[in-house]
């Protein structure tokens, strides 16, 4: 007889403790997030440089590799250079749009 | 009278100026419409512009406007008596502070979330867009050298707080990595992050820590000055998620649970006044005239620019309805009244006898956290909690808030420093390295100038700060006004505030100049002048935008939509 009650109150226990969390989370994260998100870009960034950089004239040892990554950033090359205020594509060797 | 019914009291008057004041000037005044399409949605990036739970919003306008500062100035204004600082406390964050949070956080969000930085330069004049950088660049320079001199007092008077204040570090930098390097839930390394914090207190006790009385020439308060500033810079050059969030987060969560202690004590204990309501004494005490000084040593508290910033930066881009910003607004402002008010409390009641209380404030400025920690911690040790605990605890606490805001304050600087350098083409300043390496020396120079090599007499700047913040504060309000005239609303219930602050902080500016110069302080006496001359072109710009803004009145400007 008491147990679902039991089990309907551990349930509410359940939930409300869930919510809890997820309202700590958004605390911690909310106020960085833009902060956060920039810095991950600017990093994002000097990896597509890498990427790309043979393009640019600049000789990376790590170009047999690297080949590989350039369709997969393609897309995010094209946001970078819109972003930095390029309508089009600044690199010949890549048209992107 | 009892402590208690004076918690009371002012608890109760915000409350109601809550329910009744604010809830006016929301329906009547700024006229928040729940249809309104805030920033978050029409400009959702879920990167900045995110809109978020209005009680979570609550916590970060809360945590991020509240700290060091109102404890400060009350542990120093209430050498006055605590009547005025009691009055200026409650009656300033329901009529000036609740309508200027409340304001700003409103005219961004009307203005696609524009900080009031920007809405100066849209809605009074270029010229005052400069000038605002200015007052703030000030404003930030001050803050880092008085909390930088309070946090290296504190290190002395109480050596127990040494290792747990530097622990806090090594645990907010543990959270960081957990976070985003391991995946982690924040849950646990709250739970046991703040067992930690809590645990290191006892640590601290049994090792206090103490700097050689003098190395190198250099004393005690000056070596922790310089270590502090290192540390500062150091900081502020880190990674935001690997320090400054979870350091941000940790001191939000010590915040609640101070609060929720102080009052806790408070409420249980009820200790007797025994701070004169009026001290008829300052004036021979060294205290300058209660008349304007009052005014701006009661900066954050009563009401303070700083919160404008947070509001109209951060805030307005995360509001989820506008009808929020009455709830994140006015309520985050009552929080921090909240904070000064049992700090009034701790620093009146917390004393055996007026004998007690004299021997504390035998000249002004001699408050501060150390009288909040004396205080706070008689009171907190008449429930039970040991005296020597409950007494680092305090000096942890109100050190952890300084910390914080000085490796903000820092980082903040040095974007300054850094957008300086691009404005004005000088590629040094551009440099990372080299704008923190200005902005800490900047600081360093103030602290040390402000009161000679041993750094003590820092506290001396307090009033200045607090000048700086209220102009910064007048001209957010000017903002909110100008904003009003355009809509053809009221805007008496900001002007009034607007021109009480400006007229206050300008004579305490002016009574400053004056007692600097006798003094001898000619560093300050500069920093002096500067201040004046920026309140003047405050109160120039004022006057202008507005008669301006009187005279084209019958023609709608659509400054916002309706």
Redesign the interface.
Known sequence: MGAAPAAGVMDRLRRRFASARALLAEFYVSPYRGVVARARRDEDDLFMLFVFSELLGVPNPATYYTLELQPILLERFHEWHTRMGMEHSPLDGLRCC | MNATFLAILGLGAMFAGYQFYSKFIAEKIYRLDPKFETPSHSMRD???Y?P??R???W??HFT?VAGAAPIIGPAIAIIWGWVPAFLWVVLGTIFFAGVHDFGAIWASVRNRARSVGALTGDVVSHRSRTLFMIVIFLLLLMVNAVFGVAIAQEFIAMPSSVIPVWSAVAVAIVIGVL??RMGV???WP?VIGTIILYAVIYLGEIVPITLPAEMFGLQAGAQWILILFLYAGIASML???LL???R??IN?IQLFVGLGLLYGAVLLASPTIVAPAFNAAAGDLGAPPIIPLLFVTIACGAISGFHGLVGSG?TSK?LDKETDARFVGVLGSFGEGSLALVTIIAVSAGFASLADWQAMYSSFGRGGIGAFVEGGGNIVASVGVPLAFGKTLLTVMAVLFAGTTMDAGVRLQRYIIQEWGVIYNISLLQNGYVATVVAVGSCLVLAFGAGGADGSGGMIIWPLFGTTNQLLAGLTLLVISVILVRLGRPSRYTMVPMVFVMTMSFLAALHQLWSLYTTGQYLLVFLDLLIIVAAVFVMLEAASALMRERRARPVAVPITAE
Do not use: M
């Open positions: 879920d990167v900045d995110v978020t739970n009680v979570v919003l916590g970060h991020a976070i985003y839930h924040i849950f709250t990674p935001v998620w400054l969030q979870p941000d987060y939000g951060t995360q």
